[in-house]
């Protein structure tokens, strides 16, 4: 059973920066895309980013120019380096992993951004 254990989230003022890390239990390489949601209260899960196993990145619309992602195959881990934040971008984020038809996700770790 694939597992997906996110991790860095927390309070942060606006203006300031997190970067989550998503930990598999096995080996990234056969995962294509990996990625990140988000959902705050009362709404859709949305995209954050996606990564391809070859590098290519994808954006939503509202953490383009902020976020970025990268994922490290060696060490079977996913990043998101979040700047800028804003309080709009509260919410739970979940590591995402798509391996041929059958998606993963995480359990979410909480972002907060306030003063």
């Known amino acids: 059973q694939v597992q997906l254990v996110e991790s860095g989230g927390g309070l942060v003022q606006p203006g300031g920066s997190l970067r989550l890390s998503c930990a598999a239990s096995?080996?990234?390489?056969?995962?294509?895309?990996m990625g990140w949601y988000l959902q705050a209260p009362g709404k859709e899960r949305e995209l954050v980013a996606l990564?391809?196993?070859?590098?290519?990145?994808n954006y939503g619309a509202s953490v383009k120019g902020r976020f970025t992602i990268s994922r490290d195959n060696a060490k079977n881990t996913v990043y998101l380096q979040m700047n800028s934040l804003k309080p709009e971008d509260t919410a739970v984020y979940y590591c995402?992993?798509?391996?041929?038809?059958?998606?993963?996700w995480g359990q979410g770790t909480q972002v907060t951004v306030s003063s």
């Open positions: 995402y992993a798509r391996r041929a038809s059958r998606a993963y």
């Open positions: 096995e080996s990234i390489f056969s995962f294509n895309p």
């Open positions: 990564i391809t196993s070859d590098g290519r990145t």
